[in-house]
Structure formats: C-alpha cells, structure tokens
C-alpha cells in the first residue's frame, strides 16, 4: 500500500510571501531607478560647493575653505536618514526663492556627479540640494532637489535636521 506525500501548508505560504517580496522589489526598483533602495544605509557624498544664501550675502564655500569640512560632515549626518517614501507635493515659488535669495538663510549643496540615496524617492538626475534653515518652509525638515539651477516639484524630508543647524550655529551663521 503506497502512503500520499504530506502536504506541508508551509511551504506555498513562504512561496508566497517571497513572491510578494520579489514584487514589492521590482515596483520600487522599476519606480526609484536604485536596486538598492531598501537598505538602511545612505552613500554620502562630497559636495563640490556649498552656497548659504545668508539674509542676502551670498558665501559660496569649496573643498579646502574655512567650514567646508564641517558642513560636508553636516550634510552627510542629515541625509542619512528620511521620513517619506514619496515626494512631498510642495515646490518653490519664484517668490519663494526671491525671499530665500535676499531676505532668508538657506543652504545649496552642488555635486559634480548625481547623488542617489537608498530611498523610494525617485532621484535620477539630482545633482544640488536645498535646505530652507530659517526661511519658508524652514521647520519642516525639507530637501528640495534639483539639477543645473532648476529646482523640482517636490521635497524629501530627512529625520533630523540638528546636525545641519549645529554646524551653521557653530560657523555663525545661525543664531540660537
């Protein structure tokens, strides 16, 4: 008398689940251009410049310079970590950016190559970020993106901002 093989409820369950995996995988691959967007670490970068728009003083530093060292550090620190898994639907206005060019603190990061961090976000392309310090839209831990002077629809926000903040108040240009 032969015996039927045990049907193990196991085994199509875990087929299953890395199926939906494999799926969820390919999605945000397909949607980020980035294979590697689920892991927790984020590359860092050095910019090539770093532009503080500084109540309408423009300071533009590069490797080498007084600050540079700290705010590159700065940077990396702050982008290590993100809240949204998607764009925030803001831009930035032309008034929005007159303001931040003569009356508010901001701070431009410049890349010779583009940077892409291990997110959901889409970021082909991107090769200048812009955090609003005590400006509009200052609060609310935006990263506004963007490439050759044009700056897109859309932030990302990164989980803390101290970092950033810090080194600006330890050079002077933010005050407590």
């Known amino acids: 008398m032969e015996t039927l093989p045990k049907f193990k409820l ?24 980035n294979p590697l967007w689920f892991l927790p670490l984020q590359p860092t970068y050095e910019p090539s410049r770093i532009v503080i728009r500084h109540y309408g003083e423009i300071i533009t530093i590069r490797r080498g310079e007084p600050g540079y060292t700290e705010l590159s550090e700065a940077l990396n620190k702050t982008l290590s970590d993100f809240d949204n898994t998607a764009l925030i639907s803001i831009g930035l206005s032309e008034e929005t950016l007159r ?40 609060g609310n831990r935006y990263v506004f993106i963007g490439a050759n002077g044009e700056w897109r629809a859309g932030a990302m926000v990164v989980k803390d901002d101290t970092p950033l903040k810090n080194a600006l108040l330890v050079l002077g240009y933010l005050q407590k």
């Open 99 to 138: 303001r931040y060019n003569e009356e508010e603190l901001v701070l431009e990061a410049y890349y010779a190559d583009e940077v892409e961090f291990n997110t959901p976000v889409r970021m082909a392309g991107v090769k200048q970020l812009l955090f609003p310090i005590d400006a509009t839209h200052d």
């Open 10 to 33: 196991w085994e199509p369950f875990f087929i299953l689940i890395g199926v939906a995996a494999g799926i969820l995988w390919l999605l945000n691959t397909l949607n980020t251009g």
